[in-house]
Nanobody, 115 residues
Framework: QVQLVESGGGLVQAGGSVRLSCVAS????????MGWYYQAPGKQRELVAS???????NYGDSAMGRFTISRDNANNTVSLYMNNLKPEDTAVYYCHVWDGWDDHWGQGTQVTVSS
């Protein structure tokens, strides 16, 4: 099993920046991919960005050009740097890990962007 603990988030003004971090523990040797998803009220959970163990990155449409994902394999940490935030970025952001068999999710952290 993999356990995920997220940090960061909060209230930020439009145009501002936020950093989210997620630390994985437990069966971390099996982790293949780490990333972030977001879920706005009444909407489905969507990909923000993911990064594979080899460094290959995939960004969702909402993140392109504004957000940057990074990964520290030695410390089992994935970070998301969110810049030029917009009110429509307001959502709960979830850390995600795929270990080749199962999906694992963090508890979620709220990001609220005020206009």
């Amino acid at each position: 099993q993999v356990q995920l603990v997220e940090s960061g988030g909060g209230l930020v003004q439009a145009g501002g920046s936020v950093r989210l971090s997620c630390v994985a523990s437990g069966s971390t040797l099996s982790i293949k991919k780490m990333g972030w998803y977001y879920q706005a009220p009444g909407k489905q959970r969507e990909l923000v960005a993911s990064i594979r163990q080899d460094g290959n990155i995939n960004y969702g449409d909402s993140a392109m050009g504004r957000f940057t994902i990074s990964r520290d394999n030695a410390n089992n940490t994935v970070s998301l740097y969110m810049n030029n935030l917009k009110p429509e970025d307001t959502a709960v952001y979830y850390c995600h890990v795929w270990d080749g068999w199962d999906d694992h999710w963090g508890q979620g952290t709220q990001v609220t962007v005020s206009s």
